[in-house]
């Protein structure tokens, strides 16, 4: 226990504050109305079939009354939608009230013009919630080893901060309900919003770099302890090795946002080097 270290989990989020002028703009991008509360809804990098059949649903029925929706249905499933609504004569490109798109680049932007989210509750999902303060809607996916979505789940539930539908009972009409529940008060949703942001764990990043500086002696200290991590008594080497092989598994697994992210874990690990270089 003494050699753990609790520094939150690491995200790219930059911690951006939009004034009311920059949102609006941002709505009216995206062809919204800056005045009607915008839900977001996603389910991942690749989207999520359950959220994704409810919203389809919602749309089609037109359930959607006094708010408005951003939703990223995740790349392959979005062609599956685009053609399932275009067999209904919908075009889903001009939805009235309604952005779909396959996927979300400036994800904190969006998070921070909408006022709930609805989306899994993966870890990193809810550290970004709590980052940007935003009450949730989270529907957990049971597959996840020891269900541990759930109790991400149940953890802001208790909070206050969220509601929570199972996988196996989400459908339009439950969804709906929920949603309207939470935008009619609206001193209550920015509330939960605030409560989300009392989890949040700030300066991660900082404190992973801290923590390698410790953990391998990485600074710039005397030439004597330069040669004494330079002979291998700490490899530092090793620490690139891992991160490199990471970027590696992301560029075949993972997202641009996530490749971006572990290039900047890698640079500052490089900076690591490069002092210690100097030192000697």
Not at 96 to 113: A, D, F, R, S, T
Not at 178 to 200: E, P, S, V, W
Not at 230 to 239: E, H, T
Request: proline share 2%; net charge positive; aromatic share 8%.
């Amino acid at each position: 226990a003494k050699k753990i270290v609790v520094t939150g989990t690491p995200t790219k989020m930059k911690g951006i504050k939009l004034t009311e002028e920059q949102k609006n703009q941002i709505k009216l991008s995206l062809n919204l109305n800056i005045d009607l509360p915008i839900v977001l809804v996603f389910g991942g990098s690749q989207g999520a079939r359950v959220i994704n059949n409810a919203m389809s649903d919602i749309i089609k029925n037109k359930k959607y009354n006094g708010y408005q929706i951003i939703w990223a249905a995740g790349p392959e499933q979005y062609k599956i939608i685009k053609e399932e609504f275009s067999k209904e004569q919908i075009d889903i490109d001009n939805i009235n009230g309604v952005k779909i798109v396959p996927y979300i680049y400036n994800m904190e932007e969006i998070m921070n013009v909408s006022d709930i989210i609805v989306a899994r509750s993966g870890a990193m999902t809810l550290t970004e919630i709590a980052l940007v303060g935003k009450p949730a809607i989270f529907i957990p996916l049971p597959s996840m080893s020891a269900n541990r979505q759930e109790d991400n789940a149940r953890v802001m539930e208790k909070l206050g901060s969220a509601k929570v539908i199972l996988n196996s009972e989400i459908n339009k009409d439950n969804l709906n309900s929920y949603i309207n529940d939470m935008i009619k008060d609206r001193n209550k949703l920015n509330q939960m919003g605030k409560l989300a942001g009392k989890i949040a764990t700030k300066d991660v990043e900082e404190k992973i770099y801290d923590e390698i500086k410790k953990s391998y002696h990485l600074t710039i200290g005397t030439k004597e302890e330069v040669k004494a991590y330079k002979n291998g008594i700490f490899s530092q080497y090793l620490l690139i090795d891992y991160y490199n092989f990471n970027i590696d598994k992301f560029k075949k697994l993972g997202t641009k946002d996530e490749c971006v992210y572990m290039n900047n874990i890698i640079k500052k690990c490089n900076k690591i080097i490069e002092e210690n270089n100097q030192a000697y």
